[in-house]
């Protein structure tokens, strides 16, 4: 079935170094959606992306979806120990009316 | 405030028991989800329901079973068939449409002992 691959599945990352993930579908994406879990606690939603080449910010948080609408980045500029804990990219189009969840990638941050 | 209260946050079952796990939302959505996550792992979808009294087998259905009497409600059971129960089980609701993400619940983490 459809899927979303996340890379990496882990990063670990000095306080202050920049972080970054990938999501990537072998089909073209109508949206793409980003959550962030903390260790222990539930995914909550970030945002939503629908533009082909559409870039977003959040404080230090840099969504991009690619101009092919295939692929979507989360950059974080200037890691810090809050920003520890899963981010999954995820498709809520193509599994029809279930949104589609990326394995996630697990950021490890050392102060 | 609205949001979604899944109960309890932490359950342990006897082998061969069967244990409802509860999911409650106060924010109108039509849609809602169960989910299991294995440590380490992503979201895999047990559940979905789109309406009431209407709900959809996800990827790993085997061994589970929901109900959906109530717009408000979408309890899920765990049963003696799933053979490998113990996770953290996530609830969650969205509108209808693509536009939105989900709202997850707090989950439960459910041992068998």
């Known amino acids: 079935g459809q899927q979303v691959m996340q890379i990496p599945q882990y990063q670990h990352v000095q306080e202050g170094e920049d972080f970054t993930t990938y999501c990537n579908s072998s089909?073209?994406?109508?949206?793409i959606q980003w959550y962030k879990q903390r260790p222990g606690g539930h995914p909550v939603f970030l945002i939503q992306?629908?533009?082909?080449?559409e870039v977003k910010k959040q404080k230090r948080l840099t969504f991009q979806f690619g101009e092919a609408k295939k692929n979507s980045s989360l950059h974080i500029t200037a890691t810090q120990t809050t920003d520890v804990g899963t981010y999954f990219c995820?498709?809520?189009?193509?599994?029809?009316?279930?949104?589609?969840f990326g394995a996630g990638t697990r950021l490890f941050v050392k102060a | 405030d609205g949001g979604i209260t899944q109960s309890p946050k932490y359950l342990f079952r006897k082998e061969g028991q069967n244990v409802t796990l509860s999911c409650e939302q106060n924010?109108?959505?039509?849609?809602m989800y169960w989910y299991r996550q294995d440590p380490g792992q992503g979201l895999r979808l047990i559940y979905y329901?789109?309406?009431?009294?209407?709900?959809q087998k996800g990827d790993i259905a085997e061994g589970y079973s929901v109900s959906r009497e109530k717009k408000e409600s979408f309890p899920l059971t765990v049963t003696s068939a799933q053979k490998n129960p113990t996770a953290f089980y996530l609830c969650?609701?969205?509108?209808?449409?693509?536009?939105?993400?989900?709202?997850f619940g707090s989950g439960t983490r459910l041992t068998v002992v």
């Open positions: 924010l109108n959505h039509d849609a």
């Open positions: 089909t073209t994406l109508s949206n």
């Open positions: 969650a609701s969205g509108r209808t449409g693509t536009n939105y993400g989900y709202t």
């Open positions: 992306l629908v533009k082909s080449g």
């Open positions: 995820a498709d809520p189009n193509t599994g029809g009316f279930k949104t589609i």
């Open positions: 329901s789109q309406i009431v009294n209407d709900f």
